[in-house]
């Protein structure tokens, strides 16, 4: 045993040697001292007494170059000098950290309003804010591809008959938009009514159930009995629209378009009956229909009042490629959804934001701003905010008060009849168009995205 032992130990010392070199010849300078990004996670969760949730796919082949030079003394600094290189990034989850893509929209609170007082500091005046404001609106409306406007189809609206409830009535409609492409929605309306009545377009925002929801129900039929013809339409690959599209078609850049050229469009036709009042006309929607509202606002001047709710934020610019996807944000050396939110200056906005997302600092910093360019117009008390610090993100009573009070001050309609109870929530097949399996689907309708690609290439091109 003593022999094997004298042979033994040398020979462990040799492995031990070989390894450590092998090892150390890994991690050079040679090498960029690069360790796989599931085994420096590891480390960063024993160094720091942390936990990082993540999936295998997401560290599946990623590896972090010069991974021993990247730790500093504070947990903060240390992922992110380890994950932004590779495009990605934690969040605090409860007791853990959870990985993540890189979110391009989303900034951290001082850099959305360090961001913000750049743009603002450009102008300090009307005269200034009108150049910025003739610079920006052109070049959302390129950025869109909508500065030329596509052909419309010259189909009529295919409407379904109307149903009478407690002080209004409903229809459902589609518009063809573009050869094929349809925007479904139901139109609300008084009961009784005489004379030219406002407009209000209701986007719907990410919400499930779309615009089958019982608030937004609650809300486009409520504004119906005050007086309104109220519209409530889907999202581009949302409600049904999914029987042309599948719904991961909804992340595509070109659904930011498709979208707004769908409420150009749906304007032209509610502007066009011979009860809308072309003076009164609103748009209101929540989360992605919130931010949907700020751009028709900015870019089309048939809107005279706007409320997004739970949506605008210095330091966040969407979360979705329906809202994001265009590089309308590069307009100007850089805007913001503040700013574009401004460009509706200087007719009435309402802000409602709650304590619970992104919108959990509008009253602190954002709205300032905003009050500074409406006081240009000497109109500061024309825009305003809603704050409810102890909700999160919905569109829920106390979220459709204050909308509401908005357009009854100023698109004259009658709050004794916004009375919710009095309303019908029907169930989502009561809201189609096209059936309940899209049996009415028009024989011209596209199927799929490569469809629409292409329809959309040849209208764009047809300016040429």
């Given amino acids: 045993m ?12 040799c492995l031990l040697l070989l ?15 690069k360790r796989p990004l599931k085994t420096v996670l590891e480390d960063v969760q024993k160094r720091y007494n942390i936990r990082i949730k993540y999936t295998d796919k997401q560290v599946a082949g990623k590896y972090v170059a010069y991974a021993d030079w990247r ?21 605090k989850d409860k007791d ?42 052109p070049c959302i409306r390129e950025a869109l591809q909508l500065d030329h406007l596509p052909a419309a189809p010259a189909s009529k609206p295919i409407i379904t008959e109307e149903r009478k409830f407690d002080g209004y009535t409903v229809r459902n409609i589609a518009i063809e938009i573009l050869p094929g492409l349809y925007i479904n929605g139901s139109l609300y309306k008084p009961a009784k009514y005489k004379g030219k009545i406002p407009v209000i377009l209701n986007p719907d925002g990410h919400w499930q159930q779309q615009r089958y929801r019982p608030d937004c129900q609650y809300r486009c039929a409520t504004l119906a009995r005050m007086g309104a013809m109220a519209f409530s339409y889907d999202l581009f ?7 042309q599209f599948e719904e991961a078609d909804h992340r595509r850049s070109l659904a930011m378009t498709i979208q707004a050229l769908g409420a150009i469009r749906i304007l032209d036709y509610l502007l066009a ?9 609103g748009i209101t929607g929540g989360s992605g229909g919130g931010s ?23 330091y966040f610019y969407g979360g979705c490629p329906c809202e994001s996807g265009m590089p309308i944000h590069a307009c100007g050396n850089r805007t913001d959804n503040v700013e574009i939110a401004a460009l509706a200056a200087p007719h009435p906005q309402l802000l409602v934001s709650d304590g619970g997302d992104w919108t959990d600092k509008m009253p602190e910093h954002d709205l300032p ?10 109109q500061r008390d024309k825009v305003s905010n809603v704050h409810l610090p102890g909700e999160g993100h919905d569109f829920g009573i106390n979220k459709r008060k204050p909308i509401y009070d908005f357009m009854a001050k100023y698109l004259r309609l009658d709050m004794n009849a916004a009375d919710e109870s009095k309303i019908t929530i029907e169930n989502a097949p009561a809201l189609y168009v096209f059936g309940e399996k899209g049996e009415q689907l028009p024989a011209n309708a596209i199927h799929g995205f490569a469809q629409l690609e292409q329809v959309w290439k040849t209208a764009i091109n047809s300016h040429e």
């Fill in 273 to 281: 009956l011979k009860d809308a009042d072309t003076a009164r006309v």
């Fill in 19 to 33: 390894n450590t070199h092998c090892l150390y010849a890994q991690q050079t300078s040679d090498s960029a001292y």
């Fill in 2 to 13: 003593k022999r094997t032992t004298r042979f033994l130990v040398p020979l462990l010392g």
């Fill in 369 to 378: 701003y905003l009050q500074t360019v409406y006081a240009y117009y000497n």
């Fill in 96 to 137: 853990a950290y959870k990985l993540n893509e890189y979110e391009y929209y989303r900034w951290a609170v001082a850099d959305g309003w360090a961001e913000l007082d750049r743009i603002a500091a450009q102008y300090h005046n009307l005269p200034e804010w009108e150049q910025r404001k003739a610079q920006l609106k």
């Fill in 292 to 314: 949907h509202t700020v751009l028709m606002a900015a870019i089309d001047d048939r809107i005279k009042v706007s409320a997004p709710v739970v949506a605008i934020s210095s």
């Fill in 237 to 243: 690959a949302w409600g049904e629209s999914l029987l």
């Fill in 71 to 91: 730790y500093r003394p504070t947990l903060e600094a240390t992922l992110d000098n380890i994950l932004t290189p590779l495009d990605l990034k934690v969040r």
